[in-house]
């Protein structure tokens, strides 16, 4: 994931998917990546043991949304 900078002169593409948190932007990432991604956030967010920074900084309770345009139901 790329995240957001207060430098403007950085653009990212239209084909990069948004990822936000409460709302709030926090940076965009490929889609070729968002499934990696989304993956490693279900694994950490259900990680009991939960002993480092990054697992604790993880919420149990954190929505994980994902969904790959090639399964869009019309």
């Known amino acids: 994931m790329k ?9 990212f593409p239209v ?3 948004p990822v936000a948190l409460d ?7 490929s889609p070729t990546k968002a499934s990696e ?4 956030l279900r694994k950490i967010k259900m990680n009991n ?5 990054l697992h604790a900084s993880v919420p149990k309770t954190l929505e994980i949304a994902f969904l790959p345009s ?4 019309n």
Do not use: C, H, M, P
Request: net charge negative; no cysteine.
């Open 3 to 11: 995240q957001l900078t207060n430098d403007l002169s950085e653009i």
């Open 15 to 17: 084909e990069y998917l």
């Open 23 to 29: 709302g709030q932007l926090l940076g965009f990432v």
């Open 37 to 40: 991604l989304v993956e490693s």
């Open 49 to 53: 043991e939960r002993a480092d920074k």
């Open 70 to 73: 090639n399964q869009i139901l």
